[in-house]
Structure formats: structure tokens, C-alpha cells
């Protein structure tokens, strides 16, 4: 049975606390499997050429994204006042952080929560992030997600924990807490190298803007690769984010993926289970106006799919 998850509110127009905890207890209490936040540091003024949303030249920035509140204190605070439901991070972008640092983070939140953190990662695309928070440049980003994985294998793992990368070295050093459970690894991406990290390096593949066609050839795709690495292609799950901005009805035909109400996007997640999806959460906090809202789109969008889909 696939899993469901919803976004937690980080937007500016929700009180970082009081709304925080609110939807974690109710969406805990309705029955999802699991809470997301994402990670948005800046928002350029200027947005033209590279520094468009995505670094599309000129694409604008959604206004939403300016005052998104900080992904793990907001994941933490849901952690806080759950028992059961899984925390993700969909995704953190791990070359704006320190990657011994992040990695403690991780296996802090794990600790506490009793072994619910799963790790969503991505390497970023942003120029103006990593010229305001970056850890290294823009250039190596790939390269600071690759170090953070062998890294963070290590701070997870049992001490004395030894390693070393481009930046950093270990010989022999305690390092702890220790996580509940071997925290699981998804990787966001949609071509090339991200794929081929996906195949040898992740548990799951984390996706975003993605249709359910583009979801099973890319899966399939993905599998094979880490088949070709030598790893069961049944091992590497699939996540998909819906991302929405707007919960009016679509009367487009055909329709566009994850346009429109929540009866739409039931629908879509149906999709994307038939797909091979094996867990899908939706960005509800961005179509939704206050946290009362949200609550109720999201208790009416999962009564709908597990009507469907069980």
C-alpha cells in the first residue's frame, strides 16, 4: 500500500510554532505516514538570467518562498508532539550546511523521535543561496553531496568513526548520538549523474515535478543502473512530491499533473502508485490560507485516497 504524506507550514503567512504543532497532531491523528518540510534559504530581488526560480532565465520566484522558516527547527517541533508518524526532509540542500554538522542533526532528530527521520537530499541550483550560505561553491555541489554520504555513513555508524574527503578528515574520533535506526537516504534528481547517484549511493529516489509516466520510465531506468552496480533493483524505492499551489478545481482537458482540486489530486496519487511510487506526499501548505485550512484539505484529501487505494 503506498504511503501518504503531507508538507508541514513553513510559508511566512503560518506561525512558525503554534500552526507547526497544530498540523503535526492532526495529521498524525488523521493517519498519514508522514510529515515534509523543504529547505529555501534566500529570494533574489533580481531574478533575471541564472537567478530565475530553478535558474530558468527570468522565471519568477513564487512569492511564498520569501520567509520560509528553517526546515529542521520546523521538523523538530513536529517531532516534538508526534509519536508514530515518519519526519522527511524533502529536501535539505546539503552543500549550504557543514556536513559533520548535518550529519549530527540528522542523528539527533532520529534519536529523539525514536527512529522516524528519513533523509531527503539534494544538491541545490541556486546561485544566490550558495553565494549567501554555501559551504562551497556552486561548481562542487555535487561533489559536497557525494562527501556528505561517505561522511554521514560514518557519524551513523559505530565509533570511532574514521574518514576522509576533500574537505574534512577523521582519524579515529567519538562522535555522537547515534541515530535509532539506519537512517534511510533519498536522493532528489531527474537526469544524468542525479540518477546514476540514485542507483549507487541512495535508498529511494525522491521525485518533484514529475508526471506518473515520467515516474515508471525513470524508475525503471534508475533500477537498471543499480542493478548494473551490482545492488537488487527492489531495494530503491520511489517518493514523489506533488507539489500545488492552488486547489481550484482544473477544467483543462486533458488535465496538467497535480492541477487542480483535491479530488484531482487523489486521482494523481492513484496515478502515481500505479506508477511504482512507493510513497507520495503533497505540498498542501502552499494552496492552503491559514492552518485550519490545511487541516481540512488534508483530512478530506486522505479520506479520499484510502477510499480508493486503501
Known amino acids: ?8 507550514p513553513q510559508y511566512q503567512h503560518f506561525r512558525p510554532g503554534v500552526d507547526v504543532v497544530a498540523a503535526a497532531r492532526a ?5 498519514y505516514d508522514s510529515l515534509w518540510v523543504f529547505e529555501r534559504v534566500v ?16 522565471l519568477p520566484w513564487p512569492d511564498r518562498y520569501r520567509g520560509v522558516s ?25 552543500p549550504l550546511h557543514l556536513p559533520l554538522r548535518l550529519a549530527r542533526q540528522l542523528a539527533t532528530l532520529d534519536a529523539a523521535s525514536d527512529g522516524r527521520v528519513v533523509a531527503g537530499l539534494g544538491t541545490g541550483w541556486s546561485p544566490d543561496e550558495f553565494a549567501a550560505a554555501g559551504a562551497v561553491p556552486l561548481t562542487e555541489r555535487g561533489r559536497a553531496l557525494d562527501d556528505f554520504l561517505d561522511i554521514a555513513a ?4 559505530p565509533n570511532p568513526v574514521s574518514f576522509a574527503t576533500t574537505h574534512h578528515h577523521a582519524d579515529t574520533l567519538d562522535i555522537g548520538p547515534k541515530p535509532a535506526r539506519r537512517i534511510p537516504v533519498l536522493l532528489g534528481g531527474a ?17 518533484s515535478a514529475t508526471d506518473p509516466a515520467q515516474v515508471a520510465v525513470k524508475l525503471a531506468h534508475i533500477r537498471r543502473l543499480a542493478e548494473d552496480a551490482g545492488r537488487d533493483p527492489a531495494t530503491v524505492s520511489c517518493t514523489v512530491q506533488i507539489g500545488t499551489m492552488d486547489l481550484t478545481t482544473s477544467k483543462a482537458d486533458p488535465r496538467p499533473p497535480y492541477a487542480g482540486d483535491v479530488r484531482q489530486l487523489a486521482a494523481d496519487v492513484e496515478a502515481l502508485a500505479e506508477a511504482g511510487a512507493d510513497h507520495v506526499y ?11 485550512e490545511l487541516i481540512d484539505r488534508a483530512a478530506e ?7 480508493t487505494i486503501g
Open 1 to 8: 500500500m503506498v504511503k501518504i504524506g503531507v508538507s508541514l
Open 27 to 31: 495529521m498524525e491523528e488523521i493517519g
Open 43 to 58: 529570494v533574489p530581488e533580481d531574478q533575471s538570467g541564472p537567478h530565475g526560480l530553478y535558474g530558468v532565465p527570468g
Open 70 to 94: 528553517d526546515a529542521l527547527v520546523t521538523l523538530s517541533m513536529a517531532a516534538a508532539v508526534t509519536e508514530r508518524i515518519e519526519l522527511g526532509t524533502g529536501v535539505l540542500v546539503v
Open 154 to 157: 560514518g557519524v551513523w555508524g
Open 191 to 207: 537526469a544524468g549523474r542525479a540518477l546514476e547517484r540514485v542507483a549507487r549511493r541512495a535508498d529511494g529516489w525522491l521525485a
Open 282 to 292: 503533497v505540498t498542501l501548505p502552499g494552496a492552503t490560507s491559514d492552518v485550519k
Open 301 to 307: 484529501l486522505h479520506e479520499r485516497v484510502r477510499a
